[in-house]
C-alpha cells in the first residue's frame, strides 16, 4: 500500500483537493452535457459552503486558461 499511515493518507486527500479538483470540476463544467455540469456547480457550491473557499477561483482559472493540468501534477 503506498499509503501505509494515516499522515500519509491526509496528505494525498489534501493533495488532490488543492490540485486535482479544480480540474476535475472545470473539465466537468465544460463537458458538454448540462447534468453533470450543473452537478460540478452544485459540488463547488457544496465545498464552499463547507469552507473551501479557494476551489471556485481555481476552476475559474482553469476555464480560462490560466491553469491547466499540467500545473497542477507536480
Do not use: W, Y
Not at 4 to 17: G, P, T, V, Y
Not at 29 to 47: H, K, V, Y
Request: charged share 25%; net charge negative; with cysteine.
Amino acid at each position: 500500500m503506498l499509503l501505509k499511515n494515516a499522515e500519509s493518507r491526509r496528505i494525498a486527500i489534501c493533495e488532490l483537493s488543492q490540485h486535482a479538483v479544480p480540474v476535475v470540476i472545470a473539465t466537468a463544467i465544460e463537458s458538454g452535457d448540462p447534468e453533470l455540469s450543473a452537478e460540478a456547480r452544485a459540488f463547488m457550491n457544496e465545498l464552499g459552503e463547507s469552507g473551501s473557499f479557494g476551489h471556485a477561483k481555481e476552476v475559474q482559472a482553469v476555464l480560462e486558461g490560466a491553469l491547466s493540468e499540467a500545473d497542477v501534477i507536480d
